[in-house]
């Protein structure tokens, strides 16, 4: 994240990846265990918290992700 963090007014940057820093389902649709659905609650309440600040906010959507040659996410074509 260069083009941010090069930036003279961008002294203190944090990045938090929604998808990835929460529990999901896993890759066959089991549910989460009790404590994964107690660290996704907490997280969905303080979420918001990350899309709204005060000295501004940049948002990047992800739509896809390139897998090294043999890797597999379980998900998905290509399984």
């Known amino acids: 994240v260069p083009a941010i963090t090069e930036r003279a007014e961008a002294s203190d940057v944090g990045l938090f990846w929604d998808f990835a820093s929460l529990p999901q389902k896993?890759?066959?649709?089991e549910e989460?265990?009790?404590?994964?659905?107690?660290?996704?609650g907490r997280g969905l309440k303080v979420m918001g918290n990350f899309y709204a600040s005060v000295t501004g906010t940049?948002?990047?959507?992800?739509?896809?992700?390139?897998?090294?040659?043999?890797?597999t996410t379980r998900f998905g074509p290509g399984e």
């Open 32 to 40: 989460k265990t009790e404590e994964e659905k107690s660290i996704f």
């Open 26 to 29: 896993g890759p066959n649709g």
């Open 58 to 71: 940049s948002v990047i959507q992800q739509r896809g992700i390139d897998l090294p040659p043999g890797a």
